[in-house]
């Protein structure tokens, strides 16, 4: 077939990419049929649209300004590669045959650094991707298994997921409450991904259990099972069947039944019980503390029915694995609570504690008691009309003592009364002027105060800075006042930070107050000189 000028000239006028041959073939071929040179270069220079060149002279003006080309020109690949990734195409054509994975290529991949960040972004978002994991494999037999552990998903291989789940769990060990309770969606995401991992970490922690009583994973366990409930994963408890059956309807429902509770309460108060990790768990204590403690929380039990549901309470947390025999100490804690609910029964529409502060300040000793007197105070504060017939501007109310009570007494219950007071503290109250309901939310800050002088420092800063932004200005500076008396150097740079977080929303206000002004910039004054010092901080 003859090709005619007019054929060249399409080939010259195409937009784009130019054909390899398109300078020696067509256009030799284009002037040995009679073509016009500047036809020809017109035409070229039309269609050119330089992409290359223009590239190199955007990357010279960037770099004149001290851009890093290489981090842009990286960047943008990576995110190219994260969109447009498709797992089953590389799973196909790479590891359907041995020809396309060159162990020359991978190793000078795996080398690099960026390519190395770029698979674990990728492998977050595929964790069953075969390519993926077999590079991620490749990566820690080259050296690089400090980098392989820290992954935040799991790996198909079992290498590579054992030295993620040993590095998320030694970094557990150390951890305090607060700590823990930030880091644990990131083990069970780690541990309930799949269905394989879930029961492998399983039958990892039930084995360490076992041999070295390693009770603390008891609460690690239940976190797990309870995650692979929700994602409708298999449970791995091996409690008896009845058992099994009455707990899963409670905890699905949320709810308490006559029939479930005679059913658990049937299989505990016997010699031989089952191990009592199955009911000591705190979704199901919390359960049935608000079902006998929190008046309108379900379905009203009958008498019989609320004393096996606190038998069980004080079961849960009295008797330990290795001495199932002892039960006094069970019912001294059973007859503890039984004195509560009947003392709280009476005062459950918000009239005065006349009468019933014995069995309170008798049940405050005990965790368990505390709880539900916590449980009971938040509902008096919020759904009783207590405040509106009882407080006093001038007075402390006794509800507040009782929660700093038991932050004081029970350390590892602050995070409960931090989370009660909060709600308090937003909650609308009726039938309260406005400059009353100031005074009220003023003692409601006090409470977090007294967290804070407590060392339950962070938490409370970090709402101040977040939710706390709603909170009237007059409350923010009423905070700002008091922590500035409390705090001593060194100052931690967390502490420094939030605070001035927390003074920043307030700038406006703190003009009109000059004085708090000036303890603020000498607070941050000595901050500075601190730094310039050298001196060690502390949280």
């Keep these: 077939m003859t090709t005619t000028l007019e054929d060249y000239r399409k080939v010259f006028a195409k937009p784009g990419k130019k054909a390899p041959n398109v300078y020696s073939d067509a256009l030799l071929g284009y002037l040995k049929n009679g073509g016009a040179p500047m036809d020809a270069v017109t035409a070229l220079s039309e269609s050119y649209i330089g992409l290359p060149s223009m590239n190199n002279v955007t990357a010279d003006n960037a770099r004149s300004i001290g851009m890093d080309i290489t981090h842009v020109m990286q960047q943008a690949l990576k995110n190219l590669l994260i969109n447009q990734f498709n797992p089953t195409v590389f799973?196909?054509?790479?590891?359907?045959?041995?020809?396309?994975?060159?162990?020359?290529?991978?190793a000078s991949l795996v080398q690099d650094d960026y390519f190395r960040q770029t698979v674990y972004k990728l492998l977050e978002i595929h964790p069953r991707c075969a390519f993926l994991n077999f590079i991620?494999?490749?990566?820690?037999?080259?050296?690089?298994?400090?980098?392989?552990?820290?992954?935040?998903?799991?790996?198909?291989?079992?290498?590579?997921?054992?030295?993620?789940?040993?590095?998320?769990?030694?970094?557990?060990?150390?951890?305090?409450?607060?700590?823990?309770?930030?880091?644990?969606?990131d083990l069970v995401r780690i541990c309930c991904e799949r269905e394989e991992t879930y029961m492998y970490a399983q039958i990892l922690l039930h084995k360490l259990h076992q041999d070295y009583n390693g009770q603390p994973l008891v609460r690690l366990m239940a976190e797990l099972e309870k995650a692979a409930v929700q994602h409708g994963q298999i449970s791995l408890s091996?409690?008896?069947?009845?058992?099994?059956?009455?707990?899963?309807?409670i905890l699905g429902t949320q709810q308490l039944t006559?029939?479930?509770?005679?059913?658990?309460?049937?299989?505990?108060?016997?010699?031989?019980a089952p191990s009592v990790h199955h009911i000591c768990r705190f979704d199901f204590l919390e359960i049935l503390l608000k079902a006998v403690y929190v008046p309108e929380s379900g379905p009203i039990l009958r008498p019989d029915t609320t004393d096996q549901v606190i038998f069980l309470i004080a079961y849960a947390v009295t008797v330990k694995e290795t001495d199932t025999q002892q039960l006094q100490?069970?019912?001294?804690?059973?007859?503890?609570?039984?004195?509560?609910?009947?003392?709280?029964r009476e005062k459950a529409k918000g009239i005065d504690f006349s009468g019933a502060m014995e069995a309170i300040l008798t049940a405050i000793r005990l965790p368990v008691g505390s709880m539900a007197v916590l449980m009971w105070t938040e509902y008096i504060s919020i759904h009783t009309s207590y405040y509106e017939n009882y407080y006093r501007t001038t007075e402390i109310p006794l509800p507040h003592l009782l929660l700093d009570e038991i932050a004081d007494r029970h350390p590892l219950q602050q995070p409960f009364v931090f989370q009660v007071i909060k709600r308090c503290l937003v909650h609308r109250y009726q039938n309260f002027a406005p400059e009353i309901l100031m005074v009220l939310q003023k003692t409601w800050v006090n409470r977090l105060l007294y967290l804070v002088q407590l060392h339950y420092t962070m938490p409370v800063l970090d709402y101040m800075k977040g939710e706390g932004q709603e909170l009237d200005d007059s409350l923010t500076v009423h905070f700002i006042e008091k922590i500035l008396d409390m705090c001593q150097p060194p100052y931690s740079p967390e502490l420094v930070q939030a605070i001035a977080e927390i003074v920043e929303r307030i700038q406006v206000t703190l003009h009109l107050l000059?004085?708090?002004?000036?303890?603020?910039?000498?607070?941050?004054?000595?901050?500075?000189?601190?730094?310039?010092?050298g001196q060690d901080t502390i949280i």
């Design 329 to 344: 100490e069970t019912h001294e804690v059973a007859t503890v609570l039984k004195n509560l609910n009947v003392a709280l």
């Design 258 to 272: 006559a029939g479930d509770i005679r059913t658990i309460f049937s299989i505990y108060n016997v010699a031989n």
């Design 514 to 533: 000059k004085d708090v002004k000036a303890r603020v910039t000498l607070f941050f004054e000595a901050k500075t000189e601190e730094a310039k010092s």
């Design 91 to 106: 799973d196909t054509f790479f590891m359907g045959s041995d020809n396309h994975m060159d162990p020359v290529w991978v």
């Design 238 to 249: 091996n409690a008896p069947r009845q058992l099994s059956a009455a707990l899963k309807a």
């Design 136 to 185: 991620v494999l490749q990566i820690a037999e080259a050296g690089y298994s400090d980098e392989t552990a820290t992954l935040k998903t799991a790996s198909t291989s079992l290498l590579i997921y054992n030295q993620i789940l040993n590095a998320s769990l030694n970094q557990l060990i150390p951890k305090d409450d607060l700590a823990f309770e930030d880091y644990l969606p």
